[in-house]
């Protein structure tokens, strides 16, 4: 690395482009760090560059931008504890509503396995405490570190908090690991949440809203001897960083937990088949209210630590883990309305406009209705009372409609062939399989106005370009005023403005502040990652794990471009490449080729392109001896299935194909290979067996 500038010797021209450059620079690696798990940079190196940045801007307070890496507030912990990056990210459940969710929970992990649709799978399941999860670190059997979870990545240093709770043990007893991070849920009862409350009242302060809150409130004193006032709870559920553990199953390691005085919850059972599991749920249910403190639902975990193993994670959560949530809260209102929404891809949604009702302690007023189908199945209409339900963060749904409030003379609903918002032909479309599809969609394309400000508002998405500050309203109102009406109009935004009469510092509810910091959070996304990007374009069937795949595959924005271009034609060298991705199947390349088959969305990637600079996807893992390869399985495979064949593949940096061409670079086959052997042969690609793959990467 070129040694930088001593600080008191950088002319202020310098050290303003150095602090432009390491804001972008920190803003990229925070998000590949936070948001895609893969940094690129040691901690180290990453520190290096903050400590330079909070350098120059000591030495060049006025050239402190709004952007500064040092005023960041985000996803991320708050400042004023010390942040602690977790070694093993503390990551959540998928959620269940349903019985049918737990079974498909069981039937994936069978799936996943390998193992007959009947196999054993021992399961446990506890209750899910509703509270804070902590991160306790014991080194040498003292407890040296409590960490909040924070955005899972990176949370708050309490241990001084921590070290007051009586029930957390500062020391775990002889026979316990001289390492390990016990992770668990800080909670407050019921009886020591209504009594701190009254305190609260008493002293003129306001009261917690629930025991979650008091025990988040409590748990963040600055002052550890309020804390020590506040009686916190905690029951020990998992674990992070744990070089030695003492069990091999879920079971094992919490009975050992407990053995070390560590507090865990006497509901854990571990169960043999999907009736045990449903049935330890519905006696937890039973139990809830005398708990005597809050849960929303039960935790089921594959019991063996190896399978857990192999199962893995799926993007951020466990593959071995459900969290089967208590029912949904219900109630009953009148539909006002029925509005039709046009979404990016121009599918036209119901949305059921409703009297406003509270459901589980939230005010609803909107309710999905699904499609033109699910109406005339229900025979919901307006004026009908219905019963809205909400489950977890899922959006309301209407259930069905009391038949005896029906209004005399309502009449049933008739779905609309033409796009509500530029008056096109809406159509369902004939699939593939005869079947029409349920959706019936806007055939205006960027013509309708609706889809526009929707592609707009997907572009700047949290997971798509991330622009903070340029919201649903904000890109609804710019489009409305001519400001933005393509993504590329978004980075020209400071330009024009620049040189325009109507500033939008003069705009309504805006001002100087305001729009500085919406240019330093559009500046601050000059640079994206190529998936997001992909992503970002909004083509349809094209997902985060399909932009993923892609971006992977083609490595830059404008390869990527020129090769669906390419690829048009339906058939020839490209088109074949991509539809031999593992992942892309003939759905999602039509899908792209039809998007850059029209000159307009090659228009809006050409502009954008002249506005951006796309970084490409740093392999998963550059060290690996398949990192960057395109590797091919086939046959019978003995140790691992398919599944978990392309998920270690990818791990390790490789890409995996669904087909074997001349670029090939492996071939994995197993017993019973057919036509990819014979292929592989005819482009000269190595072929090896399962074994052999084994004893290549270094996991056998
Ligand atoms: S296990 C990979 N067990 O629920 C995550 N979590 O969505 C493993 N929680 O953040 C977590 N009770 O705060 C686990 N018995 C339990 C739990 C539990 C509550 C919370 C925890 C976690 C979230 C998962």
Redesign the pocket.
């Known amino acids: 690395m070129v040694k930088p500038v001593p600080v008191e010797r950088l002319s202020p021209a310098a050290a303003e482009a150095e602090l432009k450059r390491l804001a972008h620079e920190i803003a990229e690696h925070d998000r590949r760090y936070y948001q895609h798990d893969r940094p690129t940079v040691s901690d180290a190196e990453y520190d290096e560059l903050r400590l330079r940045n909070a350098a120059i801007e000591e030495a060049f307070p006025d050239l402190v931008r709004a952007d500064s890496p040092s005023h960041r507030v985000g996803a991320g912990p708050s400042e004023k504890f010390a942040k602690v990056r977790h070694g093993v990210p503390?990551?959540?459940?998928a959620n269940g509503f349903s019985e049918d969710d737990v079974h498909e929970f069981l039937a994936r992990v069978r799936r996943f396995l390998n193992l007959a649709a009947d196999a054993e799978i021992e399961v446990t399941a506890?209750?899910?405490?509703d509270g804070?999860?902590i991160s306790l670190r014991y080194e040498e059997r003292r407890l040296v570190q409590a960490a909040t979870?924070g955005d899972g990545f990176e949370g708050e240093n309490v241990t001084a908090n921590i070290l007051t709770i009586a029930e957390v043990p500062k020391r775990l007893p002889k026979g316990a690991p001289s390492l390990i991070e016990v992770r668990g849920?800080i909670f407050m009862s019921h009886k020591d949440f209504a009594a701190l409350n009254e305190k609260q009242i008493q002293a003129g302060e306001k009261p917690f809203a629930n025991p979650r809150n008091s025990a988040a409130g409590s748990l963040r004193q600055l002052d550890p001897a309020v804390t020590a006032a506040r009686p916190l709870r905690f029951f020990a559920?998992?674990w992070g960083e744990a070089p030695e553990l003492p069990a091999g199953t879920q079971w094992g390691v919490i009975e050992a937990f407990h053995a070390w005085g560590l507090p865990t919850n006497p509901l854990m059972k571990l169960c043999r088949s999907e009736s045990e599991l449903l049935g330890h749920y519905r006696m937890i249910e039973g139990q809830r209210a005398s708990l005597g403190y809050d849960i929303d639902g039960v935790?089921y975990k594959v019991n063996r630590l190896d399978l857990q193993e192999r199962l893995g994670f799926v993007s951020r959560?466990?593959r071995w883990?459900l969290?089967y949530k208590f029912s949904a809260e219900k109630a009953t209102t009148v539909l006002e309305g029925i509005d039709i929404q046009v979404g990016r891809t121009g599918a036209l949604t119901p949305v059921a406009r409703l009297r406003p009702v509270t459901v589980g302690g939230v005010v609803v007023s909107n309710a999905t209705l699904h499609n033109e189908d699910e109406i005339a199945r229900k025979d919901i209409r307006v004026g009908d009372t219905v019963i809205v339900q909400r489950a977890g963060d899922v959006i309301p749904q209407i259930l069905g409609f009391l038949a005896d409030k029906r209004p005399a003379g309502a009449k049933p609903y008739v779905f609309p062939h033409v796009c509500p918002a530029c008056g096109s032909h809406a159509e369902r479309e004939e699939r593939a399989s005869g079947k029409t599809d349920a959706v019936r969609r806007c055939t205006g394309g960027l013509i309708c106005p609706a889809q526009r400000v929707e592609r707009l508002k997907h572009f700047a998405s949290r997971n798509a370009f991330d622009i903070e500050g340029l919201g649903d309203k904000i890109i609804e109102e710019f489009y409305t005023d001519g400001l933005i009406a393509a993504p590329a109009d978004i980075f020209t935004l400071e330009k024009r403005d620049a040189r325009s009469l109507k500033k939008l510092k003069e705009r309504e509810g805006w001002g100087e502040a305001s729009v500085a910091k919406l240019f330093a959070a559009i500046d601050a996304r000059r640079s994206v990652a190529l998936d997001r990007f992909i992503f970002a374009l909004g083509i349809r069937h094209v997902g985060e794990t399909t932009a993923r795949v892609l971006a992977r595959a083609y490595g830059s924005a404008r390869n990527f471009r020129d090769q669906m271009v390419a690829a048009g034609k339906m058939e020839g060298e490209a088109w074949e490449e991509l539809t031999a991705l593992d992942g892309i199947g003939e759905v999602v390349a039509e899908a792209v080729v039809q998007f850059f088959g029209e000159k307009h969305n090659r228009d809006v990637v050409d502009d954008l392109l002249k506005q951006v600079e796309v970084t490409a996807l740093e392999a998963r893992s550059t060290s690996s001896p398949v990192a960057g390869k395109t590797v091919v399985f086939t046959g019978a495979l003995e140790k691992m299935t398919r599944e978990e064949a392309k998920a270690m593949a990818e791990r390790l940096g490789a890409k995996v194909a669904g087909s074997v061409s001349k670029k090939t670079d492996l071939l994995v086959a197993g017993p019973g290979a057919g036509s990819k052997l014979k292929d592989a042969e005819k482009y000269g690609v190595e072929v090896i067996g399962e074994d052999d793959w084994f004893r290549r990467v270094g996991e056998g």
Not at 90 to 93: A, N, W, Y
Not at 126 to 129: A, F, R, V
């Open positions: 503390m990551l959540s459940l506890e209750p899910k405490i804070l999860s979870r849920e559920y998992a935790v959560s466990p883990g969290a």
